[in-house]
């Protein structure tokens, strides 16, 4: 299931726990993306894994929701916080945008909010 987290107004960001499916995150996050992208000129996108990539109910889930984000034209910064191995961020992991991506394992939680909110460099 993802769950929207509630942040400053310049950016979006959610959790997934449990079991996630293609459908959760059409429902859930892409809405709000499309939302946020109208009053914005800018994106900037958070995303918590808080669950094993084995336990996905399809495992082609975030390879789908890629290409649905990649829809949207005005990402500004994406940020993918995840202690799975499997998601490698640094040289696997391309994302056809115009902003930028960085991953963060979970203990840098709050850093990786405060680099999507704009509040650090890295």
């Known amino acids: 299931m993802i769950h929207k987290i509630e942040t400053a107004k310049n950016l979006i960001a959610f959790r997934a726990l449990g079991q996630v499916t293609t459908a959760d995150f059409k429902?859930?996050?892409l809405p709000e993306l499309e939302g946020l992208s109208k009053q914005s000129n800018e994106i900037n996108f958070l995303f918590a894994l808080d669950t094993d990539v084995q336990?996905?109910?399809e495992n082609v889930w975030?390879?789908?929701a890629v290409?649905?984000?990649q829809q949207f034209e005005n990402w500004?910064?994406?940020a993918i916080v995840s202690d799975s191995e499997e998601m490698n961020f640094?040289?696997?992991f391309t994302f056809n945008s115009t902003g930028e991506?960085?991953?963060f394992k979970k203990l840098a939680f709050n850093k990786a909010l405060k680099w999507v909110e704009g509040n650090s460099i890295l």
């Open 27 to 29: 429902s859930v996050v």
């Open 55 to 57: 336990s996905f109910t």
């Open 62 to 64: 975030f390879q789908d």
């Open 67 to 69: 290409l649905g984000l």
């Open 76 to 78: 500004n910064r994406v």
């Open 90 to 92: 640094n040289d696997k």
């Open 101 to 103: 991506l960085r991953g």
